[in-house]
Nanobody, 128 residues
Framework: QVQLVESGGGLVQPGGSLRLSCAASGSIFSINFLGWFRQAPGKEREFVAAINWSGHNTYYAGSMKGRFTISRDNAKNTVYLQMNSLEPEETAVYYC?????????????????????WGQGTQVTISS
């Protein structure tokens, strides 16, 4: 079992920044990849970024490259998502998710079905 707890969401103005955190606990050794997803009202959950838990490989959705950065602190079992230049249409609930089944690979990492543990989500609102 893996438990994931997100934090760091809130209200930010357009063009602003936020850093989200995802603290993992439980069977940490079983995590293969950890990803961030987001879901806006009325829309499907979409991939944002992912990181290889045991390495330093990172992956991003096209529109996030250059603006978002995913990173990992092994000592704290925490993954971060630094988000810059946020736009109102990026208002959503942001979720972190873990793959412990080995479903995620370097070439295919965007599918929600590939991740078997999910956090409760943290609300991010971009508005003036």
């Amino acid at each position: 079992q893996v438990q994931l707890v997100e934090s760091g969401g809130g209200l930010v103005q357009p063009g602003g920044s936020l850093r989200l955190s995802c603290a993992a606990s439980g069977s940490i050794f079983s995590i293969n990849f950890l990803g961030w997803f987001r879901q806006a009202p009325g829309k499907e959950r979409e991939f944002v970024a992912a990181i290889n838990w045991s390495g330093h490989n990172t992956y991003y959705a096209g529109s996030m490259k250059g603006r978002f950065t995913i990173s990992r602190d092994n000592a704290k079992n925490t993954v971060y998502l630094q988000m810059n230049s946020l736009e109102p249409e990026e208002t959503a609930v942001y979720y972190c998710a873990a793959d412990t089944m080995g479903s995620v690979s370097r070439t295919y990492y965007q599918g929600t079905h590939q991740y078997d543990y999910w956090g409760q989500g943290t609300q991010v609102t971009i508005s003036s």
